[in-house]
């Protein structure tokens, strides 16, 4: 088991074909902490032509992925939630912000913001996570 923040990324990364076909890119890593960027495309608007607010989702829950996975034991969400302060438009690029807010042994609070190029923020979303008993890699604890 790696303790390395980039090196959990990484192989997560390799393994993740949600966000590599959305076009989320991790920009930085850290111990509880994890900064990814995406760019809002044409396929990710809605009727009122702004960004589906599943797409918005998905990067924060993507960014809160990372940041509990970072030390390397396997977490998955438990409960989340999100409020979305302002739409996002074709060719807006945008940053997911997520940090540590409280981590036990089994649970943790992760805080993510999303913000556009423009540094405004349009959604706030807060994950609960789980540790399931393994490592990234698979080895039980």
Not at 2 to 18: G, I, K
Not at 22 to 28: R, S
Request: aromatic fraction near 6%; include cysteine.
């Amino acid at each position: 088991m790696s303790t390395n923040a980039w090196d959990n990324a990484r192989l997560m990364y390799a393994r993740d074909n949600c966000a590599k076909q959305m076009g989320i890119e991790v920009i930085e890593m850290g111990d509880g902490f994890a900064l990814l960027t995406m760019t809002i495309t044409e396929a990710m608007l809605n009727g009122h032509q702004t960004c589906h607010g599943g797409q918005l989702f998905t990067l924060a829950d993507t960014a809160f992925a990372y940041a509990c996975n970072s030390q390397g034991l396997a977490a998955v969400a438990s409960g989340c939630s999100i409020e979305f302060l302002r739409p996002g438009k074709a060719g807006d690029r945008l940053k997911a912000v997520a940090h540590v807010r409280q981590q036990g042994r089994q649970t943790g609070v992760y805080d993510i913001e999303i913000i556009n190029q423009d540094e405004k923020t349009l959604a706030l979303f807060r994950g609960r996570a789980h540790r399931i008993g393994t490592t990234l890699s698979g080895e039980k604890l």
